[in-house]
């Protein structure tokens, strides 16, 4: 059954964090880092709109590929993201 990384040993949560294949950094102004700070989608999105479908695509991955439940205003808020898609 998938958990939160709140679940994870230290070495589970260091694996993630170095991560290259999969990686969430993304280089951005310390005002945007820290009003992000640890916030899911469902507390915080990008304030580009333009960005929510390449956002939304990469956290959904990375749930994804470590097992990792959403709860459900995460959930919606990805759904929302998703629906500015292209394609």
């Not at 820290?34 to 469902?42: E, I, S």
């Not at 390449?54 to 959403?70: E, G």
Request: charged fraction near 20%; hydrophobic fraction near 40%.
């Amino acid at each position: 059954m998938a958990v939160g990384a709140s679940e994870w040993s230290t070495p589970g949560r260091r694996a993630l964090a170095n991560d290259l294949t999969h990686s969430q950094l993304i280089a951005v102004s310390a005002g945007s880092n820290r009003a992000k700070g640890d916030k899911d989608p469902g507390n915080w999105k990008p304030s580009l709109q333009a960005y929510w479908c390449t956002y939304s695509r990469a956290w959904i991955s990375v749930k994804a590929t470590y097992q990792l439940t959403a709860n459900p205003a995460e959930a919606e808020a990805l759904f929302r993201m998703l629906d500015t898609c292209d394609s």
